[in-house]
């Protein structure tokens, strides 16, 4: 399961060593986490990242074909932390140390930088691959946070995107091998701890007003 610890004044969260889909726990989980990062005082930013293959593979798709009427609710969580994430109010940078897959890739969208191993790992929106469109609330943060012509090859082909390649298409932020990867995503989130405060998150909140209107949208056609 995700875990937080704090080095100096950035807050490491942890996503967990397996694939880290999005079950419910593990919604739950990352929700209370992150309400220790918020509630904290002083100087402080966040970096996500993971522990083996995976940064996160998504939606806990075996769980949601076994739960289906409860689908709404399911997905209504998951667009909720995204939401969340997206305005929180501290500086965010995702760490992407194993392959980074549709909702898990939506994830690494919401935070404010994202930081990618260059030699291996892959970050994909496969949903037209596997036959699940995307909700108007997950259209529209990827259509926020990537450049028009990025968002429709990344959404429409499913193309896996390389750490080079996802640099040169403007999806992350920098690219670094795999043993200062972590040191890169710290280094840059502590440049911008005295950031956190109401005013970032009240930034972030009005300058991704609809989709985050679109995300918290309760009635989600799911076809």
Same mark, same amino acid.
């Given at each position: 399961?995700?875990?937080?610890?704090?080095?100096?004044?950035?807050?490491?969260?942890?996503l967990g060593d397996t694939e880290n889909r999005f079950h419910p726990d593990w919604v739950a989980t990352v929700d209370g986490l992150l309400d220790?990062?918020?509630?904290?005082?002083?100087?402080?930013?966040?970096?996500?990242?993971?522990?083996?293959?995976?940064?996160? &593979?998504?939606?806990?798709?075996?769980?949601?074909?076994? &739960?289906?009427?409860?689908?709404?609710?399911?997905?209504?969580?998951?667009?909720?932390?995204?939401?969340?994430?997206?305005?929180?109010?501290?500086?965010?940078?995702?760490?992407?140390?194993?392959?980074?897959?549709?909702? =898990?890739?939506?994830?690494?969208?919401?935070?404010?930088?994202?930081?990618?191993? =260059?030699?291996? =790992?892959?970050?994909?929106?496969?949903?037209?691959?596997? &036959?699940?469109?995307?909700?108007?609330?997950?259209?529209?943060?990827i259509q926020a946070r990537l450049h028009p012509g990025t968002a429709h090859e990344a959404m429409v082909t499913a193309r896996r995107y390389g750490?080079?390649?996802?640099?040169?298409?403007?999806?992350?932020?920098?690219?670094?091998?795999?043993?200062?990867?972590?040191?890169?995503?710290?280094?840059?989130?502590?440049?911008?701890?005295?950031?956190?405060?109401?005013?970032?998150?009240?930034?972030?909140?009005?300058?991704?007003?609809?989709?985050?209107?679109?995300?918290r949208e309760k009635d989600i056609p799911l076809g």
């Open positions: 399961m995700p875990a937080l610890e704090r080095i100096d004044d950035v807050f490491v969260l942890d220790e990062v918020e509630k904290a005082e002083g100087p402080r930013a966040l970096v996500t990242t993971a522990t083996g293959k995976f940064y996160s &593979n998504g939606l806990d798709l075996d769980w949601l074909f076994a &739960n289906t009427d409860r689908a709404l609710e399911y997905v209504s969580s998951v667009q909720e932390l995204l939401a969340r994430m997206l305005t929180l109010p501290v500086v965010t940078v995702a760490a992407l140390q194993g392959h980074t897959f549709a909702a =898990g890739a939506m994830f690494s969208l919401a935070h404010d930088f994202r930081v990618m191993r =260059g030699d291996r =790992g892959y970050w994909c929106l496969p949903e037209a691959e596997i &036959n699940i469109p995307f909700t108007a609330g997950m259209s529209a943060l750490g080079r390649d996802a640099l040169a298409a403007g999806i992350v932020d920098r690219t670094a091998d795999e043993d200062s990867l972590r040191r890169t995503a710290l280094d840059l989130a502590a440049t911008h701890t005295t950031k956190a405060g109401p005013t970032v998150g009240t930034i972030k909140t009005r300058m991704y007003g609809p989709a985050l209107a679109a995300l």
